[in-house]
């Protein structure tokens, strides 16, 4: 397998634009979290969804923040308008059944100007 | 609330030296899973070792090995033998094994080794 996959692996955009990242999770994996991880806050989870239901969503950090799981192949994490504290290095993981090994993507790396 | 800290923001040792990352954490959970990540500079997070609170027996993975006390709620992470690609931040994580299906993560140590 080729793991999680997560992109773009870098993003620069102007503030007020919009933000997607992608996620691909490991085929067969029924768990997907979104981490955000900063210097200040280090690893924050965002959301997780378990066979594409949204499960937890409370560290979602407002409104500007939306993600979707479509498919159990696919998920974004949007952020409208963006802003320069979203500047963060973005994880996706999935993972089989509960508490099992967690895999992480390489994260995407979003830069607000 | 579950929470995970990590006391030791930074550490460095020569290389093939053993080292100790600290790691305690706050449940009232009575079953769980806590890991150590390892993240080098290419930002990969690396699973490191695994440990369920329902074994008493320390998790071990080559020069990685853990002491988990459940009472003191203390888990930490020994590398012998350290090399320099040892090098990274490690992060002490937990979940439960019921109930919400996430990880908390501590804020990190980084560990250097020098050569």
Same mark, same amino acid.
């Given at each position: 397998d080729a793991g999680v996959i997560q992109s773009p692996r870098h993003e620069v955009t102007e503030m007020g634009q919009e933000v997607t990242l992608r996620c691909k999770p490991i085929s067969g994996h029924d768990y997907l979290f979104w981490y955000r991880q900063t210097m200040m806050r280090g690893l924050e989870l965002l959301i997780y969804f378990n066979n594409n239901v949204p499960?937890?969503?409370?560290?979602? +950090?407002? &409104?500007?923040f939306s993600a979707k799981?479509?498919?159990?192949?696919f998920s974004t994490l949007k952020i409208q308008?963006?802003? +320069?504290? &979203?500047s963060a290095v973005y994880f996706c993981a999935s993972s089989l059944g509960q508490g099992l090994v967690y895999t992480f993507g390489s994260g995407t790396r979003l830069t607000v100007v | 609330a579950q929470t995970v800290t990590q006391s030791q923001p930074e550490m460095s040792v020569q290389e093939a030296e053993t080292v100790t990352l600290s790691c305690t954490y706050d449940t009232s959970e009575n079953n769980y899973y806590l890991f150590w990540y390892k993240q080098p500079p290419s930002r990969q997070m690396i699973l490191v070792i695994r440990q369920e609170a329902y074994k008493q027996q320390n998790a071990t993975e080559n020069r990685f090995s853990v002491n988990f006390q459940k009472a003191a709620k203390s888990f930490s992470l020994k590398i012998s033998?350290?090399?320099?690609?040892?090098t990274a931040m490690y992060f002490c994580a937990f979940t439960p094994i019921q109930g919400a299906q996430k990880l908390v993560f501590g804020q990190g140590t980084r560990l250097t080794i020098n050569p």
């Open positions: 499960i937890d969503d409370s560290g979602m +950090p407002e &409104d500007r799981m479509p498919n159990a192949s308008p963006s802003e +320069p504290r &979203d | 033998d350290s090399q320099l690609g040892d």
